[in-house]
């Protein structure tokens, strides 16, 4: 498995609060994404980085901020967290665009009560 | 935008049976990728198709891409228990977008 790390792995929020999560690559690729996954939505892009400071927003980033201040680690932070958010979080990583395969983190279990 | 269609939404096959997934993109697609998420894993590469016309196989699993490079198959020969999980397919589009869109996947249990 590539070198991903997801922190925390497990959280439990209540409505309104700020939630950051990390991503941390050992592997020094350049592109970082976040995604969400729900029952019968499949994988859905947050956001998505093309390098340090480079970001861009994906299908469903409405309610989310992302932060890449170095390489290897990719912030995903929701401001105030709303029941809806409520999902599991994969980040993942490629060392080109969209040509290239995608290694993904084990995954964030968020819940927003 | 860009909408990457999966289906069957589910499958449950007896052990030995044959299994196909597809996939349809609304536009072109550059390539196309497959990943197969075990329960409670996470998504794991399995293969990218980019030619027209491309046939692609790993031990019992076939990879199509069609000649149009709009839709994909996957085909599993004589399903094992190993075989359970969600298979996923991944389109990237001609003209410079940096993103992959994902279908919903098609999540197969298998009978033993």
């Known amino acids: 498995d590539a070198g991903i790390t997801q922190s925390p792995r497990h959280k439990v929020t209540e409505t309104g609060t700020p939630v950051t999560l990390r991503c941390h690559q050992t592997?020094?690729?350049?592109?970082m994404y976040w995604y969400r996954q729900d029952p019968g939505h499949g994988l859905r892009l947050i956001h998505y980085?093309?390098?340090?400071?480079?970001?861009d927003k994906g299908e469903v980033s409405d309610g989310y901020s992302v932060s890449r201040s170095k390489t290897e680690d990719f912030l995903l932070t929701l401001e105030s967290a709303t029941s809806s958010q409520t999902s599991v979080y994969f980040c993942?990583?490629?060392?080109?665009?969209?040509?290239?395969?995608?290694?993904f983190g084990p995954g964030t279990r968020l819940t927003v009560t | 935008g860009q909408q990457v269609m999966q289906i069957p939404q589910y499958q449950h096959v007896q052990e030995g049976e044959d299994f196909t997934t597809y996939c349809n993109s609304s536009?072109?697609?550059?390539?196309i990728q497959w990943y197969k998420q075990r329960p409670g894993g996470h998504p794991v590469f399995l293969i990218q198709?980019?030619?027209?016309?491309e046939v692609k196989k790993q031990k019992r699993l076939t990879f199509q891409f069609g000649e149009a490079k709009k839709n994909s198959s996957l085909h599993i020969t004589a399903t094992q228990t190993t075989d359970v999980g969600t298979y996923f397919c991944?389109?990237?589009?001609?003209?410079?977008?940096?993103?992959?869109?994902f279908g919903k996947g098609t999540k197969l249990t298998v009978n033993p």
């Open positions: 993942a990583i490629s060392e080109y665009a969209y040509r290239d395969e995608q290694y």
């Open positions: 592997e020094n690729h350049r592109y």
């Open positions: 980085s093309y390098g340090v400071k480079d970001t």
């Open positions: 536009t072109t697609l550059s390539n």
């Open positions: 198709l980019v030619k027209s016309g």
């Open positions: 991944a389109g990237g589009t001609q003209g410079g977008s940096e993103k992959l869109v």
